[in-house]
């Protein structure tokens, strides 16, 4: 069977149906007491939704200025640092090259040749003995305590 049959050999359920109220109509006209409505656009209301579109249209222009004019302050910083950046580039650039040619040890001896100076005949070593400056609490110097330290020392 392919399609739904005519009939059903099961009674249909039938919806329950609610009891309604009824209603009596009275014949006649109703009365003209009430005025008809007033229309609902008023030359007040229009003056009041174009002041608020000013007002909004005011603050997003003052908003764009106010970002315009900080966009304009970073870019000028960053020109500016990065200017800074490239003559600190060119001076460590400098300076690398001046040091290498101050360390030169060839260089440093020519120099020293012509101020006069020669190698040493002899090395030695110096050995100082320990400092007798000393401080106070507080970290200043301590003109008494280092008497102390030195009489100490050289005894």
């Not at 006209?29 to 007033?38: D, N, V, Y």
């Not at 315009?68 to 640092?81: G, K, R, Y």
């Not at 012509?114 to 400092?131: H, N, Q, S, Y």
């Not at 507080?138 to 020392?153: F, H």
């Amino acid at each position: 069977m392919s399609a739904q049959p005519a009939y059903s050999l099961y009674p249909q359920r039938v919806p329950e149906s609610h009891p309604r109220t009824r209603i009596s109509v009275v014949p006649g006209q109703r009365s003209r007491t009430t005025s008809a409505p007033a229309s609902a656009i008023t030359p007040a209301l229009v003056l009041k939704v174009v002041a608020v579109a000013l007002i909004v249209l005011t603050c997003a222009a003052f908003a764009r200025l106010g970002l315009a004019a900080a966009t304009v302050t970073t870019s000028m910083q960053s020109q500016e640092l990065s200017s800074q950046i490239d003559d600190a580039r060119a001076t460590g650039s400098s300076l690398e090259v001046t040091q290498s040619l101050l360390s030169n040890s060839s260089r440093v001896r020519s120099q020293a040749e012509k101020l006069g100076m020669a190698a040493p005949a002899e090395v030695g070593t110096i050995t100082m003995p320990e400092d007798v400056v000393s401080t106070n609490d507080d970290g200043s110097l301590s003109l008494s305590r280092s008497v102390e330290t030195a009489a100490t020392a050289g005894e």
